[in-house]
């Protein structure tokens, strides 16, 4: 019985979660593709799912919750930007970077958009992926009537930290992160 409500009390937070992404989701228009040096930056498209699960799973263990690869499926192109390198010496371009948003219950009360995920291939990073992917998400969010961008970044993850201070957040609120209640920092960049 207890299982049962569970299962009930999850697909009810899976199904408000998909709505209102779905409907905050309309007003914005498919990322725009821009080549920065030997990287492309883009919005997802449906073939790049397996590639960014991939590197998701390398990069945090775990797996991206269900509601949202089926967010991303539908507006993914909307809300999941790519780093693509383009590289001459690569034989085909390859993913190597990825960044995420959604809109948290407290986004729509604050008028910000939620960066849930950035992560850069091991091979490819300290090579200002990340912090570039961060501010096409900026150029976009803010072309598409976004106010700000939210994110939750742990106290010891120096690599992110540094990123976000230099593609414009600001530490608003110390936080604990969930499950484990790791010391965090919940950032925000404003658009205007
Ligand atoms: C966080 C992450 C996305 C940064 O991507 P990146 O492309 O390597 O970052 P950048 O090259 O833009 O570097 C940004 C800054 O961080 C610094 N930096 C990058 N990696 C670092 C490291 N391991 N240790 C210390 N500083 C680091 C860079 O030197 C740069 O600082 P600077 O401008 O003062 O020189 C990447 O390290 C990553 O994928 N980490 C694993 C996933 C993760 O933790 N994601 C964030 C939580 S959701």
Redesign the pocket.
């Known amino acids: 019985m207890g299982r049962f409500v569970s299962n009930i009390n999850m697909a009810f937070h899976a199904g408000v979660f998909l709505f209102r992404n779905i409907q905050k989701s309309l007003n914005i228009a498919k990322a725009p593709q821009l080549n920065v040096g030997s990287v492309v930056l883009r919005g997802m498209t449906r073939g790049d799912e397996p590639e960014l699960l991939r590197i998701h799973h390398c ?2 263990g775990g797996h991206i919750p269900l509601p949202t690869v089926n967010l991303y499926r539908w507006a993914g192109s909307k809300l999941v930007l790519v780093a693509v390198n383009i590289d001459e010496r690569d034989a085909d371009p390859v993913i190597v ?1 990825m960044n995420m948003y959604h809109f948290n219950k407290r986004d729509t009360v604050e008028e910000t958009i939620h960066e849930g ?4 291939a091991p091979d ?9 992917l961060r501010i096409f998400a900026k150029n976009h969010f803010q072309i598409n009537g976004i106010a700000a961008i939210s994110t939750k ?2 106290s010891s ?4 930290l ?2 976000a201070r ?1 593609a414009g957040f600001r530490p608003v609120q110390k936080i604990k992160l969930a499950p484990k209640g790791e010391d965090a920092l919940h950032l925000i960049c404003k658009l205007n």
């Open positions: 990069l945090m970077g995920f950035l992560g850069v490819f990073q300290r090579r200002g992926i990340g912090t570039k970044i742990s993850n120096v690599a992110s540094k990123s230099n």
